[in-house]
């Protein structure tokens, strides 16, 4: 049972590892504004995600069974009495899902500016359609009233 749970102790940690490469790949593509490489790398952290809860799973299990509660501090003291050897895997495993749950919130936050900026700049096009009518833009993309806009000033 201890050779289980050093497994999947293990593998849990090499998945959390993955998911931090994969999320610092995800920032990378969210700064330099590579949204192609956005959708390939979210279906790759969904598959991750999938298989941590999987070996997370196998972890609650055993610590279940030795009445041990899910927590970090506990299961560190658990580890301290009766399983020292893998008292530094936890730590690492520890460690990098802060550093997951902090490039994911920081990741989270650069979608949201992204928003927020397209949001302010939308407005702004709008209100200088409202107060300039030569500069509103059409459905299509295109400046209301250039030539072959099908607009024309005077039209009825």
Not at 13 to 33: I, S
Not at 70 to 77: A, F, H, K, P, V
Not at 90 to 98: A, E, N
Request: with cysteine; proline share 1%.
């Amino acid at each position: 049972m201890l050779q289980e749970l050093s497994q999947a102790l293990t593998e849990e940690l090499a998945l959390m590892r993955q998911l931090c490469h994969l999320l610092r790949q995800e920032q990378q593509a969210l700064t330099e504004r590579r949204l192609d490489d956005l959708s390939t790398l979210l279906e790759n952290k969904a598959a991750l995600l999938k298989a941590l809860d999987s070996a997370g799973q196998a972890r609650r299990a055993f610590f279940s069974s030795e009445q041990v509660l899910d927590s970090s501090e506990t299961i560190r003291n658990w580890f301290s009495t009766y399983q020292p050897a893998l008292l530094t895997t936890w730590g690492q495993l520890i460690d990098c899902t802060r550093e997951a749950d902090l490039l994911n919130r920081t990741n989270g936050q650069l979608i949201s500016n992204r928003q927020e900026i397209e949001a302010q700049f939308l407005q702004q096009l709008l209100q200088t359609g409202q107060h300039d009518e030569s500069a509103a833009y059409s459905a299509d993309g295109k400046l209301s009233n250039t030539p072959g806009s099908g607009r024309h000033r005077g039209s009825a």
